[in-house]
T-cell receptor, first 113, second 112 residues
Framework: DGGITQSPKYLFRKEGQNVTLSCEQNLNHDAMYWYRQDPGQGLRLIYYSQIVNDFQKGDIAEGYSVSREKKESFPLTVTSAQKNPTAFYLC????????????FGPGTRLLVL | AQSVTQLDSQVPVFEEAPVELRCNYSSSVSVYLFWYVQYPNQGLQLLLKYLSGSTLVKGINGFEAEFNKSQTSFHLRKPSVHISDTAEYFCAVSEGYSTLTFGKGTMLLVSP
């Protein structure tokens, strides 16, 4: 069954702590994306990757980091530099071009203790 | 730069009534337009998209949208809504090789 998985569903972060959100896809898609969703703000692009070992900053990359060592995986690290990390984080993938549909995972909700 | 405006943050309707969710975009070049739906605490799912050709696009669950280039709009419509259509709806645009830009969303609230 093809799709995108995100884990964990809920994640708690303490002050000064880095946390990593997992995103895996078995759709054989080249492109992967991370979005942040806040109430009333829509989705804002954090980072995206169009090919393995390459990624670009989106609109709100400060305080976040990513890696793309494998085609299937695109983990997002929320660093301690991100001062307001509480949000719903969505991972997506697509075959590659801007015409293509993006397929979304179920999301991870990050909360600060 | 591309941008999307969804004019209504919430649209309340009664079951079996028609609905229109409005979306306007700004772009200096040809665009690709999308509508996505998000049910509570879930990811987004594509409803429909316009790439080229016919300006009336039909999607899943009985939704359709019309691309109007002169008015730079891509409004979403359904002739008769169900309780199960209660969700948040996002309009999105991309141009050329750019990434998607999403609107802020419209919450559709269907009541009996």
């Amino acid at each position: 069954d093809g799709g995108i998985t995100q884990s964990p569903k809920y994640l708690f972060r303490k002050e000064g702590q880095n946390v990593t959100l997992s995103c895996e896809q078995n759709l054989n898609h080249d492109a992967m994306y991370w979005y942040r969703q806040d109430p009333g703000q829509g989705l804002r692009l954090i980072y995206y990757s169009q090919i393995v070992n390459d990624f670009q900053k989106g609109d709100i990359a400060e305080g976040y980091s990513v890696s793309r060592e494998k085609k299937e995986s695109f983990p997002l690290t929320v660093t301690s530099a991100q001062k307001n990390p509480t949000a719903f984080y969505l991972c997506a993938s697509s075959p590659g071009t801007s015409q293509e549909t993006q397929y979304f995972g179920p999301g991870t909700r990050l909360l600060v203790l | 730069a591309q941008s999307v405006t969804q004019l209504d943050s919430q649209v309340p309707v009664f079951e079996e009534a028609p609905v229109e969710l409005r979306c306007n975009y700004s772009s200096s070049v040809s665009v690709y337009l999308f509508w996505y739906v998000q049910y509570p605490n879930q990811g987004l799912q594509l409803l429909l998209k316009y790439l080229s050709g016919s300006t009336l696009v039909k999607g899943i669950n009985g939704f359709e949208a019309e691309f109007n280039k002169s008015q730079t709009s891509f409004h979403l419509r359904k002739p008769s809504v169900h309780i199960s259509d209660t969700a948040e709806y996002f309009c999105a645009v991309s141009e050329g090789y750019s990434t998607l830009t999403f609107g802020k969303g419209t919450m559709l609230l269907v009541s009996p």
